[in-house]
């Protein structure tokens, strides 16, 4: 699986992004917000599995050890609360993964692991929004994400990694039969799988029936 770091306010692992500052792609499909804690201080560079996660931000995902299980609802849990985490965050952390194609390469899958700060908040404009923000403004005007290309951005006022989405242009017909063609591929269904093991840390607005729509 093709995974996009980004390590250093930089995306690396693309192949057609020479600066790494912006990445014009296609979002082809994502999975539903997800949660991750783990215990001590938090290393993105860590290869080790979060002691306690959620698949739906709810309940501790099944395959959870009862001993690292740290509530019975993610809503009642101390590491939900703001504070909890450094930084004043949650010591939970939110994530959400998306597929993407290049703009250049419609058939290569990548993984986007997007965190909280970038899925959550309000826009500042239209091309300042987060994640949510992004599908709504895009639902809005009748628009489907595979549809477009998205311009993804960093906030240059933040150290720490966090995105922008906006819209660049509509793809053209031919590009549509390709991008259609990747939404429930397997690359694409195995880059929004639910995975805690360490290369893929980390949903969604975004939900797929026929061919890629996004929900309210």
């Known amino acids: 699986m093709r995974r996009v770091s980004l390590q250093g306010n930089k995306f690396t692992g693309l192949d057609h992004q020479p600066d ?6 296609v979002i082809v499909n994502a999975a539903a917000v997800s949660r991750s804690y783990y215990k001590g201080s938090y290393d993105p560079n860590a290869r080790r599995l979060p002691t306690c996660w959620s698949k739906d931000t709810q309940r501790p ?7 690292q299980k740290q509530s019975a609802r993610c809503m009642d849990c101390t590491h939900n609360i703001r504070g909890s985490g ?3 965050g949650r010591a939970c952390r939110f994530g959400q993964r998306l597929a ?14 997007v965190p909280a700060s970038s899925i959550f908040g309000k826009a500042a404009g239209k091309s300042s929004m987060p994640l949510q923000a992004y599908a709504k403004f895009l639902s809005g005007h009748g ?3 595979a549809a477009v290309v998205t311009r993804i951005s960093f906030d240059v006022a933040n150290v720490v990694p966090k995105l922008f989405f906006y819209p660049q242009r509509p793809l053209e017909e031919q590009e549509l039969i390709l991008v ?24 969604s607005p975004f939900t797929v029936t026929e061919g890629f729509t996004i929900a309210n």
């Not at 790494?20 to 792609?25: K, L, P, R, Y």
């Open 61 to 67: 995902a099944p395959e959870v050890p009862d001993n």
């Open 143 to 145: 628009t489907p994400s």
């Open 100 to 113: 993407i194609v290049e703009e250049r390469a419609l058939k290569t899958v990548y993984q986007l692991q």
């Open 180 to 203: 259609r063609e990747m939404v429930d591929s397997d690359e694409t269904l195995e880059a929004i799988a639910f995975d805690v093991t360490p290369h893929n840390r980390g949903g």
């Open 86 to 88: 450094e930084g004043g």
């Open 20 to 25: 790494g500052t912006v990445a014009d792609v």
